[in-house]
């Protein structure tokens, strides 16, 4: 049970405390960002917790990658498999938690960021339609 879980047991506190007080309405995201941080107690205190957790999380996650590397556990690929699969789920997690709060913004940081996908040769183009549902720019 090293520092790894207990950063995600303290994220999953932290981001229950704050969903408590978020709303997910367009026009109202931001504000409730701000009434978060101003008006509930301690709020700016749990929202810079979860936002230094979930870095110091990924921190934990690359070196658990680089003794991975360091002691050759690639070698073993059905392990090393499901640990690239579960890194692309924890950063599409943190992905969606990054693009909610921010409202309209949110609409540009998804865009921006799967259209990296267009990058991947052959299939790029087709994945980033495939994401937004048939639509690109």
């Not at 107690?41 to 999380?57: C, D, E, M, V």
């Not at 392990?79 to 990054?98: D, E, P, Q, R, S």
Request: hydrophobic residues 50%; proline residues 2%; aromatic residues 18%.
């Amino acid at each position: 049970f090293g520092s790894s879980s207990s950063i995600l047991i303290a994220q999953i506190a932290t981001g229950l405390f704050l969903a408590m007080h978020y709303t997910a309405d367009t026009s109202l995201a931001f504000s409730s960002i701000a009434h978060i941080c101003r008006d509930v107690n301690n709020g700016w205190l749990l929202r810079n917790l979860h936002a230094n957790g979930a870095s110091f999380f990924f921190i934990c996650i690359y070196f658990h990658i680089g003794r991975g590397l360091y002691n050759g556990s690639y070698l073993y690929k059905e392990t090393w498999n499901i640990g690239v699969i579960l890194l692309f789920l924890v950063m599409a997690t943190a992905f969606v938690g990054y693009v909610l709060p921010w409202g309209q913004m949110s609409f540009w940081g998804a865009t921006v960021i799967t259209n990296l996908l267009s990058a991947a040769p052959y299939i790029g183009p087709d994945l980033v339609q495939w994401i937004w549902g048939g639509f690109s720019v």
